[in-house]
């Protein structure tokens, strides 16, 4: 997994709710058998129209998207975070997310940052005012800062478990991670009750 | 302090706890299929790492499969590559396969149980994010997505942060046109789609003890679309009885011990739930969705909600967007929306007694004119014993389509899809913009509702068909 320490970059405002990952990635790109090539599926059906905000060319090359509330919900697919990162996004702002999701995209390195409604209604209205301004995330300072145009500055906390943190701070694979815990996994098996079910004969 | 019913489970299953971790959960059952496997497979190749558990491992085709002409090769390229991909992938590994053809074939999530593998007590895990419905047996069931797959692939484990417990109280009895899916939509527009996120539900009260083991799975099989990480129900003798005798239920002596463990599966009268919703069941009524999201729906006998009532400016945005996209207009009847396509099917809705439910409305009447119904049984289990009671001929006598088993029209990854601007009602559990097909637009309802609805061609309850039958002036 890539580290994330800071990141600054523009910014997409996407002034929507309960966007589903049915949204984000349709089923009909979840039959590839890559991590690879999802990012012309990444909102596909809302591409279609010319006007939607990740069409605009102002909004080329952005990396940090704002979403609305409930960014993620519905299906557990992985694809749509690998679409997200493959179109050029290394992290997401909301006030809410879907559970799955959030897991899903920590674990590829892509920063989901939960900020209160009211600054994601801040940094809508800054980057929507000017599609240059620029949004960073700090990681190690657990902070969001982006230049307003009246020459103001926007900080704002946001909070991630330290665990995760440390993960993505060091690029760090969960699975060698636990694997260093073998011993504990052979002990609890072998204390498995006998009643417990089996698929095959082992 | 007693604990809840999630927390004993959870407890029982934590291999490691350190502070300032997540606990590190055992998996008792892994479940794969076809869509959110490969890349994990991959993983283990490029790591050189084997399958640790293959005795906890089970996989099937569902997703992509056809439900017509299933003995011919599959039409689309890219779907039979996927189901090849699996089946190459359990062969190199060893993992025991279900495909497309075998009689254990069906939606994952209606194999898991039919097989007895899904158990009180035990981790069920799969990439698909209604594996809650496994919480039916008072199992600890989550979605997860390909990452994880892989983790338990290689290690049988998962470190997870331990979620909250809220308690859904559903005390009386329910009207008798009332079933289990319209519980959890009016549920769902309840507390919405968020409402349950960062929670463990557990459905409880004298309603929900009534349910059958089917019903109970059709409401934990939602609790995803209100948000929450899992749902779960405490086993009791409806558990037992529907696991005894099944291929991999205990039997001996490990059946007396299991039990003995079941039993002891319930919440603590002194535990404390870290949020709780009562419902009286007497109130409610069969209930459909009208917008673009699970939470979305009101009583079949009221109208499209006027998006300017909403107070909540993003609710009021989204219901503005959904009726845009579902082409209706505020205050509209529900009972006035004409459908295209009627759905009965997916892990929701497609064990046995829904079809029995949709074909006992169905039965000695007529699919509408214009109305395409498709009746897709949940595994190819749930379709065998569906023709020997007869189901599919009252549902082909009717005007219906009865097909192949597996996930069909409720994603429309295989060719059962809606065409842009088709209607349907759906037994499923998404009413996502195009989740059945682009520009699809979806109404979720009951199988009784679903059947009800074919019959008439726009959104009805069977006692609309009553009505319907009864002579003018004859009462
Ligand atoms: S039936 Fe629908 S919800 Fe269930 S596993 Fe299949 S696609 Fe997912």
Redesign the interface.
């Known amino acids: 997994m890539e580290a994330f320490t800071a990141h600054t970059g523009r910014a997409v405002p996407l002034?929507?709710?309960?966007v589903?990952t049915?949204?984000i990635i349709?089923?009909?790109w979840?039959?590839?058998?890559?991590?690879d090539g999802f990012e012309d599926g990444l909102f596909e059906?809302w591409r279609k129209d010319g006007d939607f905000v990740l069409n605009r060319p102002e909004r080329e090359g952005a990396s940090v998207l704002v979403a609305?509330?409930?960014f993620g919900?519905?299906?557990?697919?992985?694809?749509a975070?690998w679409a997200l990162q493959n179109y050029g996004f290394r992290t997401v702002i909301s006030s809410?997310f879907?559970?799955?999701f959030r897991?899903?995209s920590l674990?590829?390195g892509l920063l989901t940052v939960v900020l209160d409604?009211a600054v994601v209604d801040r940094l809508w209205e800054i980057t929507e005012a000017d599609p240059t301004a620029e949004i960073t995330v700090d990681l190690e300072k657990r902070q969001v800062l982006a230049d307003a145009p009246d020459g103001s500055t926007l900080t704002a906390a946001f909070e991630l478990?330290?665990?995760a943190r440390w993960r993505l701070l060091n690029g760090l694979d969960?699975?060698s991670?636990?694997?260093q815990?073998e011993a504990?996994?052979a002990t609890?098996?072998a204390a498995?009750?006998?009643?417990?079910?089996?698929?095959?004969?082992? | 302090m007693g604990r809840t019913l999630a927390e004993k489970v959870w407890d029982d299953h934590v291999?490691?706890r350190a502070e300032?971790?997540?606990d590190?959960l055992?998996i008792?059952?892994h479940l794969l299929h076809e869509?959110?496997s490969?890349?994990a497979f991959?993983g283990l190749r490029q790591?050189g790492?084997p399958v640790r558990?293959?005795?906890?491992?089970?996989a099937t085709e569902d997703?992509?499969t056809p439900t017509l002409d299933i003995d011919k090769p599959i039409a689309?390229p890219?779907?039979r590559?996927?189901l090849e991909?699996l089946r190459k992938n359990c062969a190199d590994f060893g993992v025991?396969l279900h495909p497309l053809g075998d009689v254990e074939q069906g939606v994952v999530h209606v194999v898991g149980p039919q097989l007895?593998?899904?158990?009180p007590g035990?981790t069920v895990v799969c990439?698909?994010?209604h594996t809650s419905t496994h919480g039916a047996f008072g199992a600890l069931a989550f979605?997860?997505?390909?990452?994880?797959v892989?983790?338990v692939l290689?290690?049988?484990?998962l470190?997870m942060?331990r979620?909250r417990t809220m308690a859904i109280t559903v005390e009386g009895e329910l009207p008798d046109s009332v079933t289990a899916k319209d519980l959890i939509l009016a549920i769902i527009a309840r507390i919405g789609?968020?409402g349950g996120?960062?929670y463990i539900i557990e459905y409880r009260g004298s309603a929900i003890e009534k349910l059958s083991m089917e019903a109970r799975m059709t409401i934990c099989n939602m609790s995803?679309?209100a948000?929450a990480?899992a749902g779960m129900i405490a086993p009791d003798a409806t558990t037992f009885d529907y696991l005894r005798g099944r291929d991999?239920?205990?039997t001996g002596e490990?059946?007396d011990?299991?039990v003995a463990?079941w039993k002891t599966l319930r919440t603590d009268d002194d535990a404390v739930f870290d949020a709780e919703v009562v419902i009286d069941a007497a109130e409610l009524a069969p209930f459909v969705t009208w917008g673009t999201?699970p939470g979305q729906g009101a009583p079949l006998s009221a109208s499209v909600p006027d998006p300017a009532s909403y107070e909540d400016a993003?609710?009021r945005?989204?219901a503005e967007?959904a009726l845009e996209y579902m082409g209706l207009t505020a205050g509209q009847p529900l009972r006035a929306i004409s459908v295209d396509t009627v759905f009965v099917g997916s892990c929701t809705n497609g064990r046995i007694e829904d079809l029995r439910n949709a074909a006992s409305v169905i039965e000695g009447r007529k699919v509408a004119d214009g109305v395409r119904m498709l009746v897709v049984p949940g595994s190819v289990r749930v379709a065998l014993q569906a023709v020997e009671e007869g189901l599919d001929k009252v549902f082909t006598a009717a005007g219906a389509e009865w097909r192949h088993a597996g996930c069909s029209m409720c994603?429309?990854?295989n060719p059962d899809q809606l065409a842009p601007g088709e209607r349907s009602a759906s037994t499923s559990n998404?009413n996502?913009?195009?989740?059945q097909g682009?520009g699809g637009r979806t109404h979720l309802v009951s199988p009784q509702v679903a059947a009800a609805t074919a019959v008439l061609g726009r959104l009805a309850s069977p006692a609309d068909l009553s009505e319907a039958r009864t002579p003018a002036g004859v009462r």
Do not use: C
């Open positions: 002034r929507r709710s309960n589903d049915d949204q349709p089923a009909h979840l039959k590839k058998v890559t991590r059906a609305g509330p409930d919900t519905g299906s557990s697919r992985e694809h975070v809410r879907a559970d799955i897991g899903n674990k590829n409604q478990d330290e665990n969960d699975i991670l636990t694997l815990n504990d996994i609890y098996e498995r009750p006998s009643h417990k079910p089996r698929t095959i004969d082992a | 291999v490691r300032g971790e997540p590190l055992f008792d059952l869509v959110t490969p890349q991959d790591a790492r558990r293959l005795d906890l491992t089970i997703h992509n689309d890219v779907s590559a996927q991909t025991r007895g593998l899904t158990q035990t990439g698909d994010s979605g997860i997505g390909t990452s994880q892989e983790h290689a290690t049988q484990t470190p942060a979620p789609t968020g996120q960062g995803i679309e948000g990480r991999h239920a205990p490990d059946w011990a299991a463990y999201n993003s609710e945005h989204a967007k994603l429309g990854m998404r996502f913009e195009g989740r682009k």
